[in-house]
């Protein structure tokens, strides 16, 4: 069962990766377009205009038979759209993966205990997933992180959270200590603070220390678009795993940025948009949190 879950998390995701690559192609940063104008309309070239068929969309597929040229312009294609729909359906398979695997959610399974809940909370993090692709290639492209998704985001964070918290109170099978991606070795520590709490903490102290090097470094270090995607990773994770997340984005950054000046492709004072690290340091949490976190504790 998980293995056919996963297979279609895959194909369910090559399609959304598709319907992310039509958003942040048609996303411009200097012009107010509502999301139904981003969304509607059939899609066409970006060179000759000419409306393509819908054997042309196929995700991956209509890529590697047209040879990444337009049927019938032959330019190139943009490599953004094989890439985006690849790795959207990887963390959307991964994700079912992860939640159909981690230990609290394994043991209703495996009882046959399985709620409500656990549902809705799986289609969240799929949303999660969307709005974090979405913002961090809007990110690379442009060097800005749209409030409107943002806020979207932030709305649903809201209203998961406060599900989780009444979910929890009524004691349907849900994880007294929360939804943890950490492992068994900080629970003890999560059921010391109220869920509500916890996602809310997340928020203020993710977002509070972005705030301070965006106003210490006068944004020239932190962009306030990454304070408010600090406020977004806050609420969807907790404060724990927030915390994680927000360590490993500034590693894996740190990485980034020392091998692009090795290159010589950045200097010091070059722009790097920081958004897709914060979004890599949640799905890293999410599919490696808990291997992290025993790894470190192995050192003692």
């Known amino acids: 069962m998980l ?7 895959f194909l369910v995701g090559l399609g959304i990766g598709s319907f992310i690559n039509v958003i942040t192609i048609r996303f411009q940063p200097d012009q107010n377009i509502s999301f139904s104008k981003l969304v509607s309309g059939r899609s066409r070239c970006s060179f000759c205009f000419h409306q393509l068929k819908w054997y042309d969309l196929i995700p991956i597929f209509s890529f590697i038979f047209l040879k990444g040229k337009c049927r019938y312009c032959g ?5 953004q759209y094989p890439i985006v729909e690849f790795l959207t359906a990887l963390i959307f398979s991964g994700i079912v993966y992860k939640f159909l695997t981690l230990e609290s959610i394994r043991l209703l399974i495996i009882t ?6 656990l549902i809705i909370a799986l289609l969240i993090f799929l949303f999660y997933a969307v709005i974090l692709i979405i913002v961090s290639i809007i990110d690379i492209r442009h060097y800005i992180i749209p409030d409107k998704f ?17 979910t929890s109170l009524k004691n349907v099978n849900f994880p007294s200590c929360g939804l943890n991606f950490l492992g068994s070795y900080l629970n003890y520590f999560n059921c010391q603070i109220n869920i509500l709490v916890s996602y809310l903490l997340g928020a203020l102290v993710i977002s509070g220390f972005l705030f301070l090097i965006y106003a210490l470094t006068k944004e020239k270090g932190m962009g306030f678009g990454d304070v408010k995607l600090g406020i977004l990773i806050g609420l969807m994770l907790g404060l724990t795993n927030g915390i994680l997340a927000l360590i490993l984005a500034f590693i894996i950054g740190s990485i980034f940025a020392i091998i692009l000046m090795v290159l010589k492709k950045k200097n010091l004072k070059a722009m790097i948009p920081f958004g897709p690290f914060l979004s890599l340091g949640f799905f890293t ?16």
Request: proline content about 0%; cysteine-free; glycine content about 6%.
């Open 3 to 9: 293995e056919y879950l996963t297979i279609i998390a």
């Open 75 to 79: 330019k190139k294609i943009s490599w």
């Open 112 to 117: 046959n205990s399985i709620s409500f809940w």
């Open 150 to 166: 943002i806020f979207w985001g932030i709305v649903v964070a809201l209203l998961t959270d406060g599900f989780f918290y009444l």
């Open 285 to 300: 949490v999410i599919f490696f949190g808990s291997n992290i976190i025993e790894s470190y504790l192995s050192l003692f």
